[in-house]
Nanobody
Framework: EVQLVESGGGLVQPGGSLRLSCTTSGFSFRTYSMSWVRQAPGKGLEWVSGIDNDGRRTRYADVVRGRFTISRSNAANTLYLQMNSLKPEDTAVYYC?????????????????RGQGTQVTVSS
């Protein structure tokens, strides 16, 4: 059974930082590309960042590029999202997503394989 468990969310002031983690089990983590997506209150899922199975290539949504960094440890079966210079509009529940291929495809918008999410609130 595929399991994805996000952690690291919380309340942070604007300009602050958080590091999210997604611990995985039940599948060969090193085989699959992964993403982070988020859902703000009253809105749909929004793709944030994606990474190939080997971590060599990363992609970012324009709204987070330069502030967020996605990475992974295939040895630890864990996906990360370092978030810096946080803004109130980054407030959302953040989910990690397992994709079906090894190379990240931005046209793959099937986010059904995701965890329970971790809440990030950016507020003063």
């Amino acid at each position: 059974e595929v399991q994805l468990v996000e952690s690291g969310g919380g309340l942070v002031q604007p300009g602050g930082s958080l590091r999210l983690s997604c611990t995985t089990s039940g599948f060969s983590f090193r085989t699959y590309s992964m993403s982070w997506v988020r859902q703000a209150p009253g809105k749909g899922l929004e793709w944030v960042s994606g990474i190939d199975n080997d971590g060599r290539r990363t992609r970012y949504a324009d709204v987070v590029r330069g502030r967020f960094t996605i990475s992974r440890s295939n040895a630890a079966n864990t996906l990360y999202l370092q978030m810096n210079s946080l803004k109130p509009e980054d407030t959302a529940v953040y989910y990690c997503v397992k994709h079906i291929g090894s190379v990240f495809n931005p046209r793959d918008t099937n986010y059904s394989n995701r965890g329970q999410g971790t809440q990030v609130t950016v507020s003063s």
